[in-house]
């Protein structure tokens, strides 16, 4: 019997984190409500659970409507995180916070041995290509190293005291906008790795988790994943385009047929 393909997409509408550049909720929940557009009427994925860090005070009732209406199935998880460790410790706790409240808590993972992770705000514009490609792989990450070096980074992820000496000197870098992961292979391996993470020390969730992935194995993606969004830490567009504007229209339609307050960076 296949298994559907679900997606987990973390949020956090009220962020606490000081240093991310979009920080406004308004602006915040703009964007996430482009990209469950996105998500929902163009791609195939079959579950799409929505985790919030930030306990917004937003049913998603609209989106809910509008996944049914598109033969999907919508969840969406609201918690209070930690938010002191993540203004001292930064994003990356928080993201590994609500990955594990998903895996923890979603009765819609229940019915994938993977998912798909994707940053909240973020469409993934050649995803059904991506789940075709992938279809017979549990662990995947947008992480390409030649073969000779990954066999020299296995070596040296070995070595004790490996994550501070590549922290230290700037390399072991995974990218954690987008990626696939076994719900197995997750809980086995890379469930900690944001107890790890301090910005202050320049230890960041994309360092932690590259030890654990080189170590245990992963396949990178075969063709490049197509990143449709802002990113909130520099204000700038992770790839070349922003949503068109029929998604931002529609985002904006879900947000008034809610009664919630559009900011100004609605109107990018």
């Keep these: 019997m296949k298994k ?88 990356g706790f928080g993201e590994g916070e609500i990955i594990r409240h998903a895996l923890d808590h979603s009765r819609l993972i229940k019915e994938s041995g993977s998912f798909y992770k994707v940053t909240g705000r973020v469409f993934i514009e050649n995803f059904d290509e991506i789940r075709a490609i992938e279809a017979g792989h549990e662990v995947v990450f947008d992480l390409s190293i030649l073969p000779v070096k990954k066999i020299a ?51 960041l969730l994309e360092n ?10 992963y396949r990178p993606f075969a063709i490049q994943p197509d990143y449709v ?5 520099t204000g700038e567009l992770y790839g070349t385009h922003d949503y068109p504007g029929e998604v931002k229209e529609q985002a904006r339609e879900l947000m008034r047929s809610q009664c919630l307050p559009l900011a100004s960076g609605a109107d990018r």
């Design 4 to 91: 559907d393909i679900s997606l987990i997409m973390t949020t956090a509408v009220n962020s606490s984190d000081p240093c991310l550049t979009i920080r406004n909720s308004g602006e915040r929940l703009f964007q996430l409500n482009c990209s469950l557009v996105s998500w929902i009427t163009s791609s195939r994925v079959d579950n799409i659970i929505l985790c919030d860090n930030s306990a917004p005070d937003n049913d998603y009732a609209g989106v809910a409507a509008l996944a049914r209406r598109y033969g999907k199935k919508f969840e969406a998880l609201s918690f209070r995180g930690d938010s002191a460790r993540v203004v001292t410790h930064g994003k």
């Design 153 to 203: 980074w296995k070596l040296l992820a070995a070595l004790p005291g490996a994550g501070t000496l590549l922290t230290n000197n700037g390399f072991g870098f995974v990218k954690t906008i987008f990626y696939k992961c076994s719900v197995a292979y997750y809980r086995r391996h890379l469930l900690h790795c944001h107890c790890e993470v301090d910005s202050r020390k320049h230890f």
């Design 229 to 233: 969004g802002y990113c909130a830490g």
């Design 208 to 217: 932690r988790m590259f030890l654990p992935i080189i170590r245990h194995g």
